[in-house]
């Protein structure tokens, strides 16, 4: 611990990863592992365009479920952890997976979503984003105020291509990280944990916090064995 905390202490560019275990302390289900299952379906099979081709309703519902439980939730130690070191940081990025918007509400403020913000709508008819934070909403699916059009959430699927300038951004940040820290990330979800070699490979001493070990963990500076809420304060301080 005291080396990483060295390390993160002497970086002057710092770039953080974050998925879902994260916001496990804040009480949001993650997608793998314990609870990650709703009605019995895998994300796999609920966060595609052809699960929402073949019925609205049933993903609508999951997102409508995932929105309702978020409004009563709040950032967890770890959030507040990563917004803390990003005031200490002449140069610091947040790349997050997570579209629960936890981070920015913990005050964290250079964030790159990768997969888009739960809060979010656009119309499948005319393509108009709108921000919609009611939960649960009054109708499913809702409908398009200005064309009437069946509206879908603002995140991304399985099988649908990133947000291409926040994917540059996240690349960019990272070849240029002193450290880099992955936090409550499975990792296997790509083009996202794509990055996690990509630090490494451009000089970045690469530390993990995960409660599990993952695909990457041997092969990193150091992986943290813990829970977000325990490790980054310690981290940081
Ligand atoms: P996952 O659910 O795949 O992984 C969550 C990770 O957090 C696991 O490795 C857990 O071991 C770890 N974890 C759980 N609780 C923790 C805690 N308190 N502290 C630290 N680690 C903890 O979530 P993601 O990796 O974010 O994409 O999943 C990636 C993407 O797959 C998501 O963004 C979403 C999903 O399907 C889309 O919807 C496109």
């Known amino acids: 611990m005291n080396q990483a905390r060295e390390w993160l202490k002497a970086a002057s560019s710092v770039v953080v990863l974050t998925g879902a275990g994260i916001s496990a ?18 994300a796999e099979d609920l966060a595609t365009p ?9 993903v609508w519902q999951w997102y409508d479920w995932r929105r309702a439980s978020l409004a009563t939730v709040q950032p967890d130690s ?3 952890a990563l917004a803390e070191l990003e005031r200490r940081k002449p140069r610091f990025t947040l790349i997050t997976q997570n579209v629960d918007g936890l981070h920015e509400r913990a005050g964290s403020r250079n964030v790159i979503r990768l997969h888009g913000d739960i809060w979010m ?19 499913l699916p809702p ?3 200005s ?21 540059r951004r996240a690349n960019e940040a990272t070849r240029r990280a002193d450290v880099f820290l ?5 990792a ?11 630090a490494k490979a451009s000089g970045a001493r690469v530390i993990e916090c995960n409660i599990e070990e993952t695909p990457f963990s041997s092969g990193l500076d150091r992986s943290f064995r813990g829970k977000a809420g325990e490790v980054l304060p310690q981290l940081i301080a």
Do not use: I
């Open 188 to 198: 296997v979800v790509y083009p996202a944990a794509g990055l996690v070699p990509l």
């Open 50 to 58: 052809e699960a929402f081709a073949r019925d609205p309703l049933l």
């Open 143 to 145: 409908r398009c105020e």
């Open 121 to 139: 709508v656009r119309c499948t008819a005319c393509g108009r984003e709108t921000r919609d934070e009611r939960a649960p909403l009054p109708e």
């Open 25 to 42: 302390e804040s009480g949001v289900p993650t997608f793998r592992g314990a609870g990650g299952l709703w009605n019995r379906q895998r």
């Open 147 to 167: 064309c009437g059009g069946m509206l879908r959430p603002g995140v991304v699927w399985f099988g649908e291509a990133l947000p291409q300038e926040a994917f």
């Open 78 to 80: 770890g959030h507040l």
């Open 182 to 186: 992955v936090v409550g990330t499975s």
